[in-house]
């Protein structure tokens, strides 16, 4: 059986851990990066059904991995992550073509909630 998988690219450690070990918990086969390169990799490796990737990000930011996604795999649902929300970096994350906008720190059942509202249940 084949469990949907997500795929996390933040650079905060702390917050991979812990998306890794709820999503985890709820079923989900997940993997963590803080290096946007190699997610992308492992996305045209194997694409994911569900990816999380933070807006701020080095070397490559958050929109160009959005991008790139996208153009590997266009049914990949993308949510944006942010500290930072704003009206325009929101408004820019949908039309390139995110599901959904979050921002930090996230609740936790909201997070859950989004990766149902995307995704068959495990």
């Known amino acids: 059986m084949s469990y949907p998988r ?12 812990l998306l890794s070990k709820v999503l985890g918990k709820e079923g989900y086969e ?4 803080t290096d946007g390169n190699q997610a992308l990799r492992w996305h045209e490796e194997e694409p994911f059904d569900l990816v999380f990737v933070d807006i701020r ?9 959005l991008d ?3 153009n590997l795999e266009p049914g990949t649902k993308v949510v944006m ?9 929101r408004a820019m994350a949908f039309l390139k073509g995110a599901v959904e906008y979050l921002v930090k ?3 936790i059942d909201v997070l859950k909630e ?5 995704l068959l249940p495990p």
């Open 105 to 107: 720190p996230i609740d």
């Open 6 to 17: 997500i795929l996390v690219i933040d650079d905060e450690e702390n917050f991979l851990g």
């Open 30 to 33: 997940v993997r963590t990066t």
């Open 68 to 70: 790139r996604v996208k």
């Open 57 to 65: 990000m080095r070397p490559i930011d958050g929109f160009s991995i």
């Open 114 to 118: 989004t990766v149902r509202e995307h």
């Open 81 to 89: 992550l942010s500290t930072y929300p704003g009206d325009q970096t």
